[in-house]
């Protein structure tokens, strides 16, 4: 065991290494969401009040400054409750559109390790009629681009693959996947709710036509997202009775969340290389330590293409129940998705996993206040709780 660990483990645990289920609101998000909590509470909507005036502008510069940072029109942006539902809004909404314009219902493209955010839409579609091919990664969690392209259908008319997957990490290779897409004038969608904020990230640039985006995994609050729809490709809305977001999400505005989403989209932006920088070296750290002294330690996804600040590794010959329970007390942590619901993870068995390796996995993701002592304390934890599951 490396010499600089201590022998006992701290008090103030369990010690937080979950950041890609979800992330604190910053101090600096409370504050510009306050005012609009109880001095300027009115419906933006409604512009016959001062508060809901100022709520209404108040959306509108966020709006704006999302659009900047994305580097895309403003009316491109809409509003959503989290990128559960702009998922939802791009893939049942364009398609549904499509098969209006054509008629019949056609062919979509995704992968088999996207989070259930998008499977489940497909698997809609497909009680739709539409027909949905789901290809399998490489054993590094990547697709390739050949085999997306080998699945393309005369019919094809949409692709979703996710930017960075919430899992493993991986970062698919988006542009290539998505000049592919441009060639046959098929709509692309990535679901970039673990991209935004973490990479450089400008979806015109990379070719993608519909981004979806959470507010809760960027330190901004839960309940709100984004959907950055395309100026070329038609969709319906999912929902009617209001003529909000274009006409594509009725309902009243949650102001709030909307300034916090946007004020957390800005730190996160700024602080972006500089973090990245301090990350990956406690990532690596982290992933040192493990390796010394857990023998045949398995890293799930590839180490290079992916986020700095997510380690997902395999302990084999350990009871996965009894590894998460013993160390629950210890560090937060998960084995695979949030929405899992305790199953064992999908993208770990398209990887090649078995049930008993995927189930004595730990996705790690660390976070804005992970410091290097935290990386010494967690690395302690795991090493012992694995060692004592040996003896």
């Not at 390790?113 to 499977?119: K, M, N, Q, R």
């Not at 973490?198 to 070719?207: A, H, T």
Request: glycine fraction near 6%; charged fraction near 20%.
């Amino acid at each position: 065991m490396p010499s600089n660990l201590s022998s006992e483990f701290p008090r103030n645990t369990p010690l937080a290494v979950d950041y890609q289920t979800s992330t604190p609101c910053l101090g600096r998000v409370l504050q510009a969401m306050e005012p609009y909590w109880e001095k300027n509470w009115n419906n933006p909507s409604n512009r016959n009040t001062h508060s809901g005036l100022k709520a209404a502008a108040a959306i509108s510069l966020a709006r704006d400054q999302l659009a900047l940072l994305l580097k895309v029109k403003s009316e491109r942006i809409i509003f959503t409750s989290g990128a559960t539902e702009s998922n939802n809004l791009a893939l049942l909404g364009h398609a549904r559109a499509k098969a209006k314009d054509n008629q019949s219902p056609g062919h979509l493209i995704t992968v088999s390790t996207e989070h259930s955010a998008v499977l489940n839409p497909l698997m809609q579609l497909q009680r739709e009629g539409f027909r949905v091919t789901q290809l399998q990664p490489d054993k590094d969690g990547l697709i390739d681009k050949e085999a997306v392209a080998r699945a393309i259908k005369k019919d094809t008319f949409m692709i979703s693959i996710m930017m960075a997957n919430n899992e493993i990490g991986v970062l698919q290779p988006i542009s290539e996947i998505a000049g592919l897409c441009k060639d046959k004038n098929i709509a692309f969608h990535s679901d970039a709710a673990q991209a935004f904020g973490y990479i450089p990230f400008k979806p015109d640039s990379l070719g993608i036509d519909f981004v979806s985006l959470s507010g809760h995994k960027i330190y901004g609050p839960k309940g709100i997202g984004v959907l950055v729809i395309s100026p070329t490709f038609p969709i319906q809305p999912l929902q009617w009775g209001g003529n909000q977001e274009m006409g594509l999400r009725p309902g009243s505005l949650a102001v709030p969340l909307i300034i916090g989403m946007a004020k957390a989209a800005e730190i996160m932006t700024q602080e972006l290389i500089e973090r990245n920088k301090r990350l990956l070296i406690l990532r690596n750290k982290l992933l040192e330590q493990l390796q010394m002294n857990i023998p045949n330690l398995i890293i799930n996804g590839s180490l290079k293409k992916r986020l700095v600040h997510n380690l997902n590794i395999t302990i084999p010959d350990v009871n996965g129940i009894r590894l998460h329970r013993a160390l629950k007390s210890l560090i937060s942590c998960s084995s695979g998705s949030a929405c899992s619901n305790g199953k064992p993870s999908h993208v770990l068995k398209a990887l090649g996993r078995s049930k008993q390796e995927a189930e004595a996995s730990i996705r790690l993701s660390l976070g804005r206040k992970t410091s290097e002592n935290d990386i010494d304390q967690i690395s302690l934890g795991i090493i012992k709780t694995v060692k004592n599951l040996k003896n």
